[in-house]
């Protein structure tokens, strides 16, 4: 039975190899391979408006962000992130956070989400997300540098929460 609970500054110990390693694969996040533990953490726990775990009876296997979208006029969309632990891939539990982010999403006033860089080379996320309800409304060629597949395009993702 997985729980997903409101991270707390203590967990980012647990988060760090996780995180740490989906970085530094550079092959679905466009984020610095070389990001620190600081800047990592600043990025996961401190920038967005709420960060989640999911835990099993063996701790930490999953995190997810949740942050504005864009200011302003665009506060109202909301943008999501979600990294599985390797040994935890395969169970359901990414599909079990995007429903549990999207419980927390319309609790916060938030009427969308939309995924900004979901990479077509990432097949089983783009298949999820469809699954979910999102929908693909932009492709960007060539917007990733894929350190085996060379440029691979980006779609931005995104679903009505009302």
């Not at 694969?25 to 990001?35: E, F, K, L, R, S």
């Not at 996961?44 to 864009?70: E, K, S």
């Not at 909301?78 to 395969?90: D, E, M, Q």
């Not at 089983?124 to 440029?151: S, Y």
Request: hydrophobic share 45%; net charge positive; glycine share 8%.
């Amino acid at each position: 039975m997985i729980t997903i609970r409101r991270a707390v500054e203590a967990d980012f110990d647990a988060l760090w190899p996780i995180l740490r390693d989906v970085f530094r694969a550079g092959t679905t996040y466009a984020v610095d391979p070389a990001i620190s533990r600081d800047a990592a953490f600043a990025y996961w726990m401190q920038q967005p408006a709420a960060t989640y775990v999911a835990l099993l009876d063996d701790g930490v296997v999953g995190t997810y962000y949740l942050r504005t979208n864009q200011p302003g006029g665009g506060a109202h969309i909301c943008n999501c992130g979600y990294i599985v632990a390797p040994a935890a891939r395969g169970q359901g539990l990414a599909a079990q956070m995007c429903l549990h982010s999207q419980d927390q999403a319309r609790a916060m006033g938030y009427l969308a989400m939309q995924f900004n860089f979901v990479l077509a080379s990432n097949a089983g996320a783009v298949r999820l997300w469809h699954r979910l309800g999102f929908a693909t409304i932009g492709t960007i060629p060539d917007a990733f540098r894929h350190p085996e597949q060379g440029f691979v395009a980006a779609y931005v993702m995104h679903k009505r929460l009302t």
